[in-house]
Each structure stands twice: as C-alpha cells, then as structure tokens.
C-alpha cells in the first residue's frame, strides 16, 4: 500500500535532518526547490535560493561540528510538516563573530516547511538564538 503525501513529506524531512547532521549538505541542497525560500529571524524578507540555505547550514556546521539533532515533534497537514527539534553540540569553532568555547550547548527550534513537487519550497524557521547566544558568550564581569 502507498504511503500518503503527508508520510512521505515526514520521511523526507527526516531525512534531510538525518543528513544535516551527517554534513552532507549536498544531499541536503539536493531535496530543496530550485526556487527554496527561507523565513528567518531577523531578516525583513524572506531570503531566496539554495545557497541561502547552505551558507547557514555551513555557518552551524563551522561553529558545532558534532551537531546532533533530535526531532522531537513532527506531524503534516496538506503540504506542510511542523517540526520541534532540538539541536546539541560542542562549540567548536567561530560562530555569530564568537570564537570557539569549546562550551557544550544545546537549544529548540520550531520550523514549518511547504513541500513542493517532493520538494522543500519554503522554511520557517524560529531557532532560540538567544538561548544559543548566551551559552557563548563570555560570562559578565563584575566590577
């Protein structure tokens, strides 16, 4: 029996997490749209392309080589997949201009994608940088 178009939009999407973590981006690049936009924190617009996409993915990978993804949450409806997911990792090389800690983190992402043609079409992604930030960031001195 065929699976429906909401089982195989969650396979693909844990797929693309299983690869994320493995590093292989090309594989990764390889399940986005031609025409992939991304809705992110801090962006007044939504930003457009696969490359887009891969230069964050590089930037996470730069910083947290040993990134571990647990999904913790996903289910579809239509064409969208919710996913809850949190990341963890060893702070090991520059990320957001912060030099490598080697402090071990851990923070939640919540993320809506539109699958397309078997495509990821579009993201939105609400990670808790702020969370993140403030596992890296050198403690406050007091005076």
Known sequence: MMGSAIEKNLDMLRAAYR???CADLDACVEMLAEDFVANVPGAP????GREVWRLG????LDGFPDLQIDVEEMFGAGDKVAVRVQFRGTHRGTFQGV???GREVGFR???I???EDEKIAEEWVAPD???LMQQISP???SV
């Open 129 to 131: 940088l702020i969370s």
């Open 19 to 21: 690869k994320l973590e």
């Open 109 to 111: 992402s919540v993320e």
């Open 139 to 141: 403690p406050l001195t």
């Open 57 to 60: 993915a590089q930037a996470m």
């Open 113 to 115: 994608y539109r699958i």
């Open 45 to 48: 617009d939504p930003l457009h």
């Open 99 to 101: 030099a490598a800690t």
